[in-house]
């Protein structure tokens, strides 16, 4: 079959062929029709995520729509480390393969699941999010965060706080449900003071960080309470992703002296249960309401060009 194959850690997927795959128990063939270029999958692809196996050669993707041997369409995830979803056939684990609903894309749900699954999972399975309460998204202006916006005014945020650096998205973010936006784009101090304010005087109650790094010890500190008192509002700071670094320094009073709790959204984090039972919840809420999401499609044989080309904001989707 014709595949993108990834045969160095340090080189872009090639279009080329590589070996049929061929099911085993728990596991179903599926024609591929569409696959999303997500972080994870570049992180995969180049041996830095955790998830990573370290083996070589291999099909890059961890999700995609597709359709079974009996021409059901269903949205799915890879089986098997050696053959993901960037391939004309793969694999589907029987306890991760959801019927699509009828009015949705098959390119736009390849493009647009991964993302929101990893703020309505964090929510759901890591936050305990409860309707009423105030969202801060670290990191909205990408792909995840702008979805992140949408998904938690649409469960039914109080105040949904948007921070990033890209000053047109930030904007645009308010007309998506962002109550306040944040810019990244000060000094330190200052940024520091402005989400001290919003911690102490709106509230915070979850935070959904997509970038770690600096901008994560910033909010983390804007916590930090000085002075002793009785208690401290109690905030849950979910951490997604790590596009500004993968660590942080961490004051031992940020902890001590606030309620902050530090929890991680992911795959060993969220159980396979957890992260099913968000995409299915995703997909009826995009079917009543449709989500703002930017994507492009391209054929698998251009997989190589476009692999390191980046639209912020924009999802890649490939199509066999």
Not at 4 to 18: E, I, K, L, W
Not at 93 to 117: H, W
Not at 190 to 203: A, M
Request: proline share 5%; hydrophobic share 45%; charged share 20%.
């Amino acid at each position: 079959m014709r595949a993108a194959v990834v045969r160095a850690f340090d080189a872009p997927p090639s279009y080329s062929t590589f070996a049929d795959p061929t099911p085993q128990a728990g596991e179903r063939l599926v024609a591929v029709t569409a696959a999303g270029l997500h972080q994870i999958v570049k992180s995969l692809a180049n041996g830095s995520h955790y998830g990573s196996s370290g083996e070589l050669p291999f099909v890059p993707g961890v999700d995609g729509v597709g359709r079974l041997e009996n021409g059901a369409r269903v949205y799915f995830g890879a089986a098997r480390n050696l053959y993901g979803t960037f391939a004309e056939r793969t694999l589907a684990g029987d306890k991760f393969c959801i019927p699509l609903p009828e009015g949705l894309d098959e390119a736009t749900v390849a493009g647009i699941a991964n993302p929101a699954m990893s703020s309505w999972v964090a929510l759901s399975a890591r936050a305990k999010f409860t309707a009423g309460e105030n969202v801060l998204v670290l990191g909205a202006t990408g792909v995840a965060g702008q979805l992140a916006v949408q998904i938690a005014k649409h469960r039914g945020a109080r105040r949904v706080v948007a921070v990033g650096r890209n000053p047109e998205a930030l904007e645009k973010l308010k007309d998506l449900g962002a109550d306040a936006a944040i810019s990244l784009n000060q000094d330190r101090d200052s940024l520091t003071e402005v989400l001290r304010n919003e911690y102490s005087e709106t509230g915070i109650d979850v935070v959904l960080d997509y970038l770690w790094g600096q901008p994560a010890e910033t909010v983390l500190s804007a916590f930090t309470q000085r002075g002793l008192r009785k208690s401290a509002p109690r905030v849950r700071f979910i951490q997604i992703g790590a596009s500004a670094g993968a660590t942080i320094n961490l004051n031992a009073a940020a902890l001590r002296s606030s309620g902050l709790e530090l929890l991680g959204s992911g795959f060993g984090s969220a159980s396979l249960e957890q992260i099913k039972i968000a995409v299915a919840e995703f997909f009826n809420a995009a079917v009543a309401t449709p989500f703002q999401f930017s994507m492009k499609t391209a054929p698998l044989s251009e997989v190589e060009t476009l692999w390191n080309r980046d639209e912020p904001g924009t999802r890649l989707v490939f199509q066999p």
